[in-house]
């Protein structure tokens, strides 16, 4: 598992910040026990009128909490600046899973990439494989991250209660991610195959079952359609 959080820290976010930082430290330590049993990392990035990288690719497992006071919310809003930033941060690694996570409240105003160059840059992403989740604070998400920017997965959040939204965010990571057993299994350990069938197989072996039959398994299948043959005149007898 590979999470790629960034986080508004524009001036509006001031109102809410503190909720915000101390709801993301809940956040990331129910992954931290979830995942406890793999190499899983994150990464922690802030934007407003700039991009910073707080942490890069620390396993989750040395996760410290952040400390609210140490960031300070101002400036504009350098969203799709901070999109591309996570470029590098991407895993492409067929069994480790990459979830970047956007939070702000509000329109990307000061970047240098376009809106049309972002969601190109999130639609060659998504083809391979990285996941996007945008948590829109006292904002249209599906607006804002949805139309213009083809994320799939957004989530509106009530200005200072992100905090349920985040545990959805958590399940959805959940659900998509690689197992443990994926994960920390070296590429050139055989994956362990149990089969009672003998050997030669045969077509009998090929042959479904389901068991028990119910009465539904014996009624009649209507077909849609038919399709009738038509001879030429003159292979009629």
């Excluded at 820290?9 to 406890?36: C, D, G, R, T, Y």
């Amino acid at each position: 598992l590979n999470q790629i959080i960034l986080l508004d820290k524009s001036a509006s976010m001031e109102i809410q910040w503190f909720h915000i930082i101390s709801s993301l430290n809940k956040f990331v330590n129910k992954n931290k026990k979830e995942f406890k049993d793999t190499n899983s990392k994150y990464s922690f990035l802030t934007f407003n009128s700039s991009v910073n990288t707080i942490i890069e690719n620390q396993k989750l497992k040395d996760w410290n909490d952040i400390n609210y006071e140490s960031i300070e919310p101002y400036g504009s809003t350098a969203l799709y600046d901070a999109i591309f930033k996570t470029k590098k941060l991407i895993n492409y690694d067929k069994c480790v899973k990459t979830f970047i996570i956007i939070i702000t409240d509000g329109e990307d105003n000061s970047s240098n990439y376009s809106r049309n160059e972002t969601k190109n840059f999130i639609d060659d992403e998504k083809k391979k494989g990285v996941e996007f989740i945008f948590i829109g604070s006292g904002i249209d998400s599906e607006k804002e991250g949805t139309q213009k920017l083809g994320i799939d997965d957004t989530f509106d959040s009530k200005i200072g209660n992100i905090q349920p939204i985040l545990r959805q965010v958590s399940c959805l990571i959940r659900q998509r991610s690689c197992s443990p057993i994926d994960i920390t299994r070296s590429v050139s350990e055989p994956v362990p195959r149990k089969s009672n069938m003998n050997l030669p197989i045969t077509l009998d072996d090929l042959k479904p079952t389901k068991l028990p039959i119910t009465s539904d398994d014996l009624k009649p299948v209507k077909l849609k359609r038919q399709y009738h043959c038509k001879f030429p005149d003159k292979f009629k007898i």
